[in-house]
């Protein structure tokens, strides 16, 4: 059974840091795309920050390029969101997701529709 599991979610204040990980279990993921989107209740779900497969594309949302970095472990089928200067517009739930292949271009990562695996969600709360 596949399963993702995040951890690293928490409270902190704004310009402080939190790193998010997810390991997926269940079968092998190295040749899937990876990602961390995120949702504010009754607001749409938004891509966070993806990677292809083998970190040859990577995808920022506007709002986080040059604070959040992403970065993928195939051997241990992880990935993990460094999240650095945070604000109080990046509170949401943080889930991760993977799916696609060795073809997911840079342009679909950003697509939910193109993942097939989901974790359960991570609350991530930045005080003012």
């Known amino acids: 059974q596949v399963q993702l599991v995040e951890s690293g979610g928490g409270l902190v204040q704004a310009g402080g840091s939190l790193r998010l990980s997810c390991t997926a279990s269940?079968?092998?993921?190295?040749?899937?795309?990876m990602g961390w989107f995120r949702q504010v209740p009754g607001h749409e779900r938004e891509v966070v920050a993806a990677?292809?497969?083998?970190?040859?594309?990577?995808r920022y949302a506007d709002s986080v390029k040059g604070r959040f970095t992403i970065s993928r472990g195939n051997a241990e089928n992880s990935v993990v969101l460094q999240m650095n200067s945070l604000k109080p517009q990046d509170t949401a739930v943080y889930y991760c997701?993977?799916?696609?292949?060795?073809?997911?271009?840079?342009?679909?990562?950003?697509?939910?529709?193109?993942?097939?695996?989901w974790g359960q969600g991570t609350q991530v709360t930045v005080s003012s």
């Open positions: 990677i292809t497969w083998n970190g040859g594309n990577i």
């Open positions: 997701a993977t799916g696609g292949d060795y073809s997911t271009s840079y342009w679909a990562l950003s697509n939910g529709d193109e993942y097939n695996y």
């Open positions: 269940g079968r092998t993921f190295r040749a899937y795309a």
